[in-house]
């Protein structure tokens, strides 16, 4: 039979194991990283300031953005390149590899490539 104690310490190891989670799953989202993407729809709008660029991939929740407020600046230049290669790569069928951060609380894009895949 457990007793109060018992109960107290298996809580605080699944209170301590869900912090570690949380934790390690926040500092590796802090990291970014590269996404592999078959894309399901691009957006592109100016609605809050400048011109920003949205690209979805399927099988991923998330979306990885260019030109967000709050995130480094990227030239309107460089995301209407990056939006053409979203649409060849939409419009083909290939994957586009993203590379980001989330530096700024979003998926931001820094760099995206098209292979012959």
Not at 66 to 89: F, H, I, L
Request: hydrophobic share 40%; proline share 2%; aromatic share 8%.
């Amino acid at each position: 039979m457990f007793n109060s104690k018992h109960i107290k310490i298996a809580l605080s190891a699944v209170a301590f194991a869900g912090a570690l989670a949380a934790g390690s799953a926040n500092a590796s989202a802090a990291e970014g990283g590269t996404a592999h993407c078959t894309v399901s729809d691009i957006g592109s709008d100016n609605y809050e300031g400048p011109m920003r660029t949205t690209i979805h991939c399927l099988n991923d929740p998330g979306h990885y953005t260019a030109g967000n407020v709050n995130c480094r600046a990227v030239s309107e230049e460089q995301q209407k390149m990056w939006v053409s290669m979203a649409t060849a790569a939409l419009l083909s069928g290939k994957k586009l590899t993203i590379y980001w951060d989330d530096s700024c609380g979003s998926r931001a894009i820094h760099t995206i490539y098209m292979f012959n895949q």
